[in-house]
């Protein structure tokens, strides 16, 4: 038996994401969106917000479940009964870090497999960096995120962003 969790900073969730999640799903009957803490990121929105916009996002689906968690992704794994780590690929730019994840993954949890799905193509270049940017800046990011993710940040001010 299978069980996925797809961990991420998500800051925000972009159809990218969405569209990584969704095709596991599919493939595998559920997925466990997990978003990080992350204390080497500085990042924009806080863990609260960043679930709160993923649990939105995917709230008709119950085969998607998002959850924050803080710490070591192979102890949440673990506490999640979870053997499966899913990662998106854009492009060969992502695949050194992601590499060198995998495999330090695999020392810390060897029980634990690391999957890849690429990104689909109208997908390729987004990044929730640039979605950040490109909204900072005031341009349109509608085809890039969720309407909900687009609610919210419409209720933040854009020097927040800098
Ligand atoms: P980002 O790289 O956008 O800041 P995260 O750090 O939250 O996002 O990334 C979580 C995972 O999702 C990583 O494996 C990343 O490569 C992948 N990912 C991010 N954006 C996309 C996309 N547009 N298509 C496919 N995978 C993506």
């Known amino acids: 038996m299978l069980k996925l969790v797809y961990p991420g900073t998500f800051d925000p969730i972009t159809r990218g994401h969405e569209d990584i999640t969704r095709r596991a799903s599919e493939l595998f ?22 679930v709160e916009m993923a649990t939105e996002v995917f709230s008709n689906d ?23 780590i899913l990662r998106g690929l854009r492009a060969v730019s992502d695949f050194e870090y992601e590499f060198q994840l995998a495999g330090m993954n695999r020392n810390l949890a060897p029980d634990v497999e690391t999957l890849f799905l690429s990104a689909s193509d109208p997908f390729m270049f987004v990044s929730a960096t640039i979605v950040r940017e490109i909204f900072r800046l005031g341009g349109d990011v509608s085809p890039f995120v969720h309407p909900a993710v687009l609610a919210f940040l419409r209720t933040k001010n854009r020097v927040f962003y800098l």
């Open 29 to 50: 009957g559920g997925v466990i969106v997990a978003v990080a803490e992350n204390v080497n990121k500085k990042t924009c929105f806080t863990l609260e917000e960043r």
């Open 62 to 84: 119950p085969r998607i479940q998002v959850m924050g968690f803080k710490g070591l992704l192979s102890y949440f794994l673990r506490e999640q009964n979870a053997n499966i």
